[in-house]
């Protein structure tokens, strides 16, 4: 199968130590802040009866994306089906040929360990690994990124379970569980971007999940507590975190890498019209920077559409900039780890032009990261 060249680039991003040690402890930060009571108690009443049904297991794949600035990095947003991992490693290479040869064992044992381990807390021990994996799109064949989960549907055959990318209609799913050619699945790779399973097309996988018939990975639970745009409010506000129990430690780390959030029913609407240019505008209910809004780029008429209970206002922070090759403009460059729970599973970057990210600028894309 041939790599998926157009959404990767041929630059080298580089990554200052000090600011991935940075990242690092953001994500664990992050994750211990989610295992918390007193965190659950205040996020289980902002999010969808679904959300609120704790499966006993995490999220795999997760991806938290940052911007590197002089005063260090600033967590962006966080994701729970984020994809670009295996091309983001496949950027270093020339062709997949050549990365598969180098994939080393101890590279695809860590992406499958977080699949066994998810398996293993569903079957409470029974399950090794899963037997049946159904990797989940919506009309898969048409996103930008269906190579890379063929691709992973490949690493779970090596493994020895068998794997397809299917669109959830292809599925025969509700309360009993789900199967896929009148075979039973066990495990389903969530790429969907209905991260509650409100949508009619995934009524049957919600009723199973919601039933313990299957493991669905990433899920509703793990969206809600951290993928979820509106937890940056919370985790932008000093004094909620210091009320949950926070340590000093990690209330000085977020306050200094999560950007001020504020939904924009909280603010004035005149003041903020004049002070726009310091803010970038987000809906809570999109994704993949779908209907995101650079303040200083924005019309009044724009302004005024933006609905009060679900945009997100953050502070802009300006991407960092990698050099373009030869006379060519610098890129914009977004920086994301991956991660399972507080493990992390690899570095990304993401390289565009324009006001959001994006893969389809011309020599942009998911690239090879080089930390210095």
Request: charged share 25%; net charge neutral.
């Amino acid at each position: 199968m041939p790599l998926y060249r157009e959404a990767i680039s041929d630059l080298t991003v580089h990554l200052p130590r000090r600011d991935l040690r940075t990242m690092i402890r953001t994500v664990r930060a992050l994750y211990r802040l989610s295992r918390m009571p007193a965190y659950r108690q205040a996020v289980m009443p902002l999010v969808p009866e679904t959300a609120r049904f704790d499966p006993g297991y995490d999220a795999v794949m997760m991806g938290y994306d940052f911007h590197l600035t002089e005063d260090g990095p600033h967590l962006i947003e966080v994701n729970t089906n984020a994809g670009g991992a295996l091309l983001s490693y496949l950027a270093g290479f020339e062709n997949e040929a050549a990365a598969r040869a180098h994939m080393s064992d101890k590279l695809k044992n860590a992406f499958l360990q977080q699949f066994a381990e998810e398996i293993h807390a569903f079957s409470q021990g029974r399950q090794d690994r899963p037997r049946h994996v159904a990797i989940v799109d919506e009309t898969p064949q048409e996103q930008f990124l269906y190579r890379e989960m063929e691709a992973f549907a490949g690493l779970f055959r090596d493994w020895g379970c068998k794997a397809q990318v299917v669109d959830p209609q292809q599925l025969k799913a509700g309360a009993d569980g789900a199967t896929l050619d009148d075979e039973a699945v066990d495990l389903i790779y969530n790429r969907h971007c209905d991260f509650y399973l409100e949508e009619p097309a995934m009524a049957g996988i919600r009723d199973a999940y919601l039933n313990r018939r299957l493991c669905l990975t990433p899920n509703p639970f793990a969206y809600g507590l951290l993928g979820d745009k509106r937890r940056m409010v919370l985790w932008s506000d000093v004094g909620r975190l210091k009320d949950i129990g926070v340590s000093q430690e990690h209330v000085e780390l977020l306050r200094r890498v999560v950007p001020v959030s504020r939904l924009l029913r909280t603010r004035d609407r005149d003041a903020l019209w004049k002070d726009k240019s310091h803010w970038v505008f987000k809906p809570v209910d999109r994704f993949g920077s779908r209907g995101v809004l650079v303040g200083d780029k924005m019309t009044r008429k724009r302004f005024n559409a933006l609905d009060d209970d679900t945009t997100l206002l953050q502070q802009f922070v300006a991407p960092s900039l990698t050099p373009g090759a030869e006379a060519e403009k610098p890129m914009k460059t977004d920086l994301r780890l991956y991660a399972y729970r507080d493990r992390i599973l690899g570095v990304g970057a993401r390289l565009y032009h324009g006001q959001v990210t994006n893969l389809r600028t011309e020599g942009g894309g998911f690239a090879q990261v080089e930390v210095v």
